[in-house]
């Protein structure tokens, strides 16, 4: 099979840790190029990982190489100018999460991505960790059965804490950063205030992971019903009923990362943690616990894989074989309605 020439727009922390180095693995892949505005360092970065060009920008990049896909890893508020541009070309494109900053814009990416034909993944790797693809498994058995009755909850918990696990620095060669020529970043939703505009790009930067995980976990669309005025607590409901809560920062963690989903049922439960995200070669963990004739927990044997790489993995495999894309466009545009709803509700209740 031809090798997947994959050109990387950024070569920051997360673009180079997170991102170039598990895709320089992948024997069905080809580091095309990098394109970076601090030049020393992209060089240093081509240099570490056997990239053959370098870029000052996304454009020069795309008019120079013949290109499969882009791995877009860049601040959020820069996608609504790099992804058309990817996307124009028909090119299959990834970028981290969230897919942008507004509601609208995400609607018109999604849409450019389907015109197109092709598969734009958003970096929401938790979807990829083997534990949360269990335990949706077992959450989806359970609800098509009934056989430990009907789904009664959601409790998810994810305070601040060491997301970076002692992961080792990256290469930085001290260039300051540039401003990316001709791109202003995208601006908040119109009606958001200074102040809102700052909560809600701090929320949508930490906490969609979660906002996404929960519908993905129970195959469900759900609404957002109360926003604790403290910031503290979000309280949705599902589709079919099922009440959920996410708890964010009721407490902080210093050098460990806790992250918590339990999906509850009438006779049983499914749990869910996870580890903090740049944890190389660590996946989550599944306890299930069942109540019939008999209490029954069974601690499920997860192999170790790291979401990131697992990602990597999974968005190639999906441009090369036509699977379905694990995280999509279409799917990531609700995460961006739910949170501004959030905001206007927490707002609304101070």
Partial sequence: MKKLRIGFVGTGFMGQLAHIANYAILPEVEIAAVAEGRTKTAEAVARRYGIPCVYPDHRAMLENEELDAVVAITWFDLHHKIVPDVLKRRLHCLTEKPMCGRPD??????????????????????????????????????????????????????PPGDWTAGIEPAINCGDAPVKYAGITPEPAPDWMSPEIA???????????????????????????????????????????????????AAYHVREQWHEFYTACFERGKVELSLTAPMARQHSGNVRIYRSANTDVSEQLVIPPRWSMAEQARIFVETIQRGKPCISPAEDAVKDLELAESYIRMLYGSR
């Avoid at 018109?108 to 949706?136: E, N």
């Avoid at 077992?138 to 609800?143: D, L, N, P, V």
Wanted: aromatic content about 12%; glycine content about 8%.
């Fill in 105 to 158: 814009t995400a609607k018109s990416l999604a849409a450019l991505a389907r015109d197109a034909g092709v598969t734009y993944q958003i970096g929401y790797m938790k979807r990829c960790d083997p534990a949360t693809i269990r335990a949706k498994s077992q959450i989806g058995e359970w609800k098509r059965t009934g056989e430990f009755g009907k789904p009664r909850y959601l409790r998810v918990s994810m």
């Fill in 198 to 248: 700052a909560s809600y790009g701090a929320f949508v930067n930490y906490y969609i992971h979660q906002v996404n995980l929960i519908r993905y976990l129970l195959d469900e669309d759900y609404v957002v019903r109360y926003a604790d005025p403290s910031g503290v607590l979000l309280v949705a409901e599902s589709t079919s009923g099922v009440p959920i809560v996410l708890e964010m």
